[in-house]
């Protein structure tokens, strides 16, 4: 049985957001722009120029855990998602364990999202005025983002989604327009064939596809930011489960698609040379094809790059503004304005945190190196949260809707879902990953190593120190 809500506890704005408005918020969140932008350089750079087979393997990784998502969400709707869920279905333990490295897994991707930002600002820069860029000017624009971010946030998550619509239209459309070019041009010289959709053919054989497919999946970690809007959402148990599906399936074959005409643009071996300098494979390709018009990629970018950081935002303060309410993260996380009923003091924290973040990795590491090393942390914490969440919904519908328990539905997906998140942390962040180097490889993985220690220690402390927090039915959610 559901639990009950607690009359007294905070609450956030009911209703505040429509069909339109979720879908907009998830696809912003999974970023069309910015898996072409943004992630197909560094896949290239991988696999070569199979960008779209790889961003099938990763729809065909993700679906499962969509699907997983979408049954349980209907039962459960929750700005807690998978933390609630699990505390539900399995026990509150883990349910608490899994909510923290949900958190660290939006809270990484918050901080990704100006490192970004701040590239694309330093392009917009060097374009338009012809001048200097550096760290400098890099750190401008991530707090020029941080600000825009803060006031399209604050108020409310009703605006961000009326924002999160615009900048969505925006970004898909000149997405598909350089798509449309460059397939143009490339089938008048008789350059066109299926060979991107060959795994087979990939640069550097599994390990290549493998290492590609983190920064593919990297685009669509953001779908479940759509769960933890429910208590925001009008209908949630109808319009949640099937926008979840939606989401994933539509944009999945977006980037397959609209890969297809830059991983023939450019040779195999461009995209990795590319990478190596710090140039962004996909810059370039649009310069030759669209020449001064290209500026309209940059600006869409950074327009994605917004939408994105806007809706992590909104995914990681509702996580912890949940645990804040069920007293498994300080209550002070609970706190919601009394007038936009929004979790300021979690939006606090994150902004703040994430600047400072980024201004130490980018100084430690290099801007571009930032990026690929806290997509890979993003991704490692997204796949632990996907595989759990499929043992909760097997064990969920088992457990307490056993007259509707389907084998196929709540079994073999769910366990498809498990393989299909399993493999990748294995393939991913195995031997591979480590002989990678220092910089980029041991210290994510020794990073990972740390949270997921601090994680259950926290757990464990916690269980010891608030045993009433473990006792309480399962978290509250609405009906």
């Known amino acids: 049985m559901v639990p009950a809500v607690n009359d007294k506890a905070p609450t956030l ?26 992630n197909l350089g560094l896949i290239g750079a991988e696999a070569g ?11 065909c990784c993700t679906l499962p855990t969509a699907v997983s998502y979408a049954l349980i969400s209907r039962e459960i709707p929750s700005a807690g ?9 399995l026990n509150p333990v883990i349910g608490m364990w899994i909510g923290i490295l949900v958190a660290a897994m939006y809270f990484f991707a918050v901080v990704l999202q100006p490192i970004l930002f701040g590239l694309f600002f330093n392009e917009l820069l060097s374009a338009l005025f012809n001048i200097g860029t550096g760290y400098g000017t890099w750190l401008v624009g991530v707090l020029l983002s941080t600000a825009i971010v803060a006031l399209l946030a604050y108020p409310g998550v009703q605006i961000s ?17 350089l798509a449309g070019t460059i397939l143009v041009v490339l089938a008048a010289n008789g350059r066109v064939n299926l060979s991107p959709f060959d795994p087979l053919v990939a640069l550097n054989g599994r390990r290549g596809l493998f290492g590609g497919l983190v920064f593919a999946l990297l685009t669509f970690v953001g779908f479940s930011v759509i769960t933890t809007a429910a208590e925001e959402t009008h209908s949630p148990r109808d319009i949640i ?7 994933c399936t539509l944009l999945g074959l977006f980037w397959a698609l609209t890969s297809w005409p830059f991983s023939l643009a450019v040779a195999d071996h461009v995209w990795a040379a590319q990478v190596a300098q710090g140039t962004n494979p996909v810059a370039v390709i649009a310069r030759q094809y669209w020449r001064s018009g290209s500026i309209i990629v940059i ?4 327009s994605a790059v917004l939408g994105v950081y806007l809706a992590s935002v909104v995914g990681y303060a509702r996580i912890v503004f949940a645990m804040g309410r069920d007293g498994t993260m300080p209550a002070w996380f609970a706190q919601v304005h009394p007038k936009y009923r929004v979790p300021w003091n979690a939006q606090h924290v ?39 969440v499929n043992v909760g919904c097997i064990a969920y519908f088992y457990r307490f809707r ?17 393989v299909t998140s399993a493999l990748p942390l294995y393939y991913s962040f195995g031997p591979d990953l480590w002989r990678a180097g220092w910089r980029k490889g041991q210290s994510v993985m020794l990073f990972c190593a740390f949270v997921l220690i601090v994680s259950v220690l926290y757990t464990a402390a916690l269980r010891w120190w608030k045993p009433d927090a473990f006792r309480r039915a399962a978290l509250a959610v609405i009906e």
């Open 13 to 38: 704005r009911a209703g505040a957001i429509g069909t339109f408005g979720i879908a907009a918020l998830g696809a912003v969140m999974m970023a069309p722009a910015l898996g072409i932008y943004a």
């Open 49 to 59: 120029r199979v960008a779209p087979a790889v961003f099938l393997l990763a729809l």
């Open 81 to 89: 998602s998978a933390y609630t869920w699990l505390s539900h279905s």
């Open 161 to 177: 989604a009326k924002g999160s619509i615009i900048l969505m239209i925006c970004e898909l459309s000149v997405v598909l327009a």
């Open 241 to 247: 489960p099937r926008v979840v599906i939606l989401a």
């Open 299 to 302: 600006i869409t970018a950074l």
């Open 350 to 388: 994150v902004l703040a945190v994430t600047v400072t973040a980024d201004a130490v990795w980018a100084r430690w590491l290099g801007v571009y190196l930032s990026y690929d090393w806290w997509g890979n942390a993003v991704v490692f914490f997204a796949m632990i949260s996907n595989i759990f």
């Open 402 to 418: 056993r007259e509707t328990f389907s084998w196929i539905w709540h079994g073999l997906i769910p366990l498809l879902g498990i």
